[in-house]
């Protein structure tokens, strides 16, 4: 079975500066996909970054990058020059591809971005 | 054009009662799902679909009986409400044959159980 362990429940960034959320999986897969989605106050699921298992290059999408460590089952987030809008859960999420891709969640991370 | 619908966005019932949660997606996608977010924001999976058949059940009370006339449509229905089943309820779909293959999210739906 797939886990996803975000171990920070809570943090919390001054606007414009930089905060790393962090996200552990464990998985015996060879071929998956991982996720960063977004959940604001409004509570709509909103993907934030996606990253291919088998694409040794980090992927980035505007202020977004991620960490992605394979050997280390290790895929954190960083978002840099921090927004307000950004104040959000944020989960990491697994699939494994097959009949029926099957996402796996961590417990979130909720941020909070400081004025 | 939304593209994962789901409604209705706010429930509040009765213990007891029987209700429904239709969700509907215009993606083309092949698989759709329910998931439940609970008080503390955790989202559990509770059915998956793919192109109308069950494959995912996870442990969840036989009173949640979902259903999926066609492969746009993934309804919930919940017989004898109980206080635990108040939570966000999220509808999502996925395109299994596409590389990405990210869920797409409907807006949820908010039971409460008086």
């Known amino acids: 079975a797939q886990t996803v362990t975000q171990s920070q429940p809570e943090m919390s960034v001054q606007e414009a500066e930089t905060v790393t959320l962090s996200c552990t999986y464990d998985?015996?897969?060879?071929?998956?996909?991982l996720f960063w989605y977004k959940q604001p106050p409004s509570r709509q699921m909103i993907l934030v970054i996606r990253?291919?298992?088998?694409?040794?290059q980090n992927a980035t999408e505007n202020r977004f990058s991620v960490n992605f460590q394979k050997a280390a089952k290790s895929f954190s987030l960083k978002i840099s020059d921090s927004q307000l809008g950004d104040t959000a859960m944020y989960f990491c999420?697994?699939?494994?591809?097959?009949?029926?891709?099957?996402?796996?969640f961590g417990t979130g991370t909720s941020l909070t971005v400081i004025p | 054009d939304t593209a994962v619908s789901q409604t209705p966005k706010y429930l509040v019932t009765q213990m007891g009662n029987d209700k429904s949660i239709k969700c509907e997606q215009n993606?083309?996608?092949?698989?759709m799902y329910w998931y439940k977010q609970d008080s503390k924001k955790f989202l559990k999976i509770m059915f998956s679909?793919?192109?109308?058949?069950?494959?995912i059940n996870e442990t969840v009370p036989n009173r949640f009986s979902p259903k999926s006339p066609d492969k746009a449509h993934l309804n919930l229905h919940i017989n004898s409400l109980e206080l635990g089943d108040s939570a966000v309820y999220f509808c999502?779909?996925?395109?299994?044959?596409?590389?990405?293959?990210?869920?797409?999210f409907g807006e949820g739906s908010r039971l409460t159980v008086l």
């Open positions: 999420a697994f699939m494994k591809r097959g009949t029926g891709n099957q996402f796996y």
């Open positions: 993606l083309g996608h092949d698989t």
């Open positions: 990253q291919e298992a088998y694409k040794q």
């Open positions: 999502a779909s996925s395109p299994i044959n596409r590389l990405t293959g990210e869920l797409f």
């Open positions: 679909y793919n192109n109308k058949e069950l494959i």
């Open positions: 998985t015996s897969e060879s071929n998956y996909y």
